[in-house]
T-cell receptor, first 114, second 112 residues
Framework: GAGVSQSPRYKVAKRGQDVALRCDPI?????LFWYQQALGQGPEFLTY????????KSGLPSDRFFAERPEGSVSTLKIQRTQQEDSAVYLC????????????FGPGTRLTVL | EDQVTQSPEALRLQEGESSSLNCSYT??????LFWYRQDPGKGPEFLFT???AGEEKEKERLKATLTKKESFLHITAPKPEDSATYLC?????????????FGTGTQLKVEL
């Protein structure tokens, strides 16, 4: 496909479970971003990759959140020991070149922690 | 602290009734002002990027403008299909990339 894809689209987890969210960026895009969007809010930055290098992880809310992009394409956001406050939509975006370029968003993964 | 404020929070228009959405920002080192449209259950869809004060861009019924402190999204003769949440974001340099700081959005409803 031509756009950013994310899986799963919906995830329900019991509190304390670990989850893994996947992002497939647009082919050839160098930059990849993860954002978290709470209900009724704008997306908030979590972390940024340029190829396989994680250059900014300042938005990750706690050390339970971990992201990787080992081969510079697909990325995984992992949340350990999920808490109810982790419930949100997790959005992935990619851009062709790092600076100033347009970010294209995927459909998001809606995580609900019970 | 970098901040983006959008107003109004919600806007209800009749079909054909033109209006404007506001996005005011305070940021050090602006690297683009971005407008996105978001439909329920979907990711944000890119509309415009503006880089310098005085710049304007148009697409169908939408026109975005930029000053040193704010941006406007003008909607001319809107149709029901323009109903969506409109998000404004500023680009901020990070590690060679451009992370976005978003406002909370304006929820637009266009009625027949």
């Amino acid at each position: 496909g031509a756009g950013v894809s994310q899986s799963p689209r919906y995830k329900v987890a019991k509190r304390g479970q670990d989850v893994a969210l996947r992002c497939d960026p647009i082919s050839g895009h160098v930059s990849l971003f993860w954002y978290q969007q709470a209900l009724g809010q704008g997306p908030e930055f979590l972390t940024y990759f340029q190829n396989e290098a994680q250059l900014d992880k300042s938005g990750l809310p706690s050390d339970r959140f971990f992201a990787e992009r080992p081969e510079g394409s697909v990325s995984t956001l992992k949340i350990q020991r999920t808490q109810q406050e982790d419930s949100a939509v997790y959005l992935c975006a990619s851009s062709l070149v790092p600076s100033t370029d347009t970010q294209y968003f995927g459909p998001g993964t809606r995580l609900t922690v019970l | 602290e970098d901040q983006v404020t959008q107003s109004p929070e919600a806007l209800r228009l009749q079909e054909g009734e033109s209006s404007s959405l506001n996005c005011s920002y305070t940021v050090s080192g602006l690297r683009g002002l971005f407008w996105y449209r978001q439909d329920p259950g979907k990711g944000p869809e890119f509309l415009f990027t503006l880089y310098s004060a005085g710049e304007e861009k148009e697409k169908e019924r939408l026109k975005a403008t930029l000053t040193k402190k704010e941006s406007f999204l003008h909607i001319t003769a809107p149709k029901p299909e323009d109903s969506a949440t409109y998000l404004c974001a500023v680009g901020i340099l990070t590690g060679g990339g451009n992370k976005l700081t978003f406002g909370t959005g304006t929820q637009l409803k266009v009625e027949l």
